[in-house]
Nanobody, 115 residues
């Protein structure tokens, strides 16, 4: 059974930074593409970044390109999202999952960008 545990969210002022982490109990973690998703209040969940199994190819939504960086540690079954220059519109619950997503979702981690 897949378990995903996200952490690292919080309240930050505009322009600030946060680093999210996700530990994934996926047996084939090092073989799958992983993604970070977010769900803003009242909106649908969206993919914001993904990373291939080897870690050498990443893709970003236009809204976060140049500000967010996804990375992974295949020895720790962990995927990260470094978020810089945060904006109020980045406020959302952030989740990780495979890309495309499979199984159930974790509890997510709340990111609130507000002054």
């Amino acid at each position: 059974q897949v378990q995903l545990v996200e952490s690292g969210g919080g309240l930050v002022q505009p322009g600030g930074s946060l680093r999210l982490s996700c530990v994934a109990s996926i047996r084939v973690f090092r073989s799958v593409r992983m993604g970070w998703y977010r769900q803003p209040p009242g909106k649908q969940r969206e993919l914001v970044a993904n990373i291939r199994s080897s870690g050498n190819t990443t893709n970003y939504a236009d809204s976060v390109k140049g500000r967010f960086t996804i990375s992974r540690d295949n020895f720790k079954n962990t995927v990260y999202l470094q978020m810089n220059s945060l904006k109020p519109e980045d406020t959302a619950v952030y989740y990780c999952n495979t890309d495309p997503p499979v199984g159930s979702w974790g509890q997510g981690t709340q990111v609130t960008v507000s002054s």
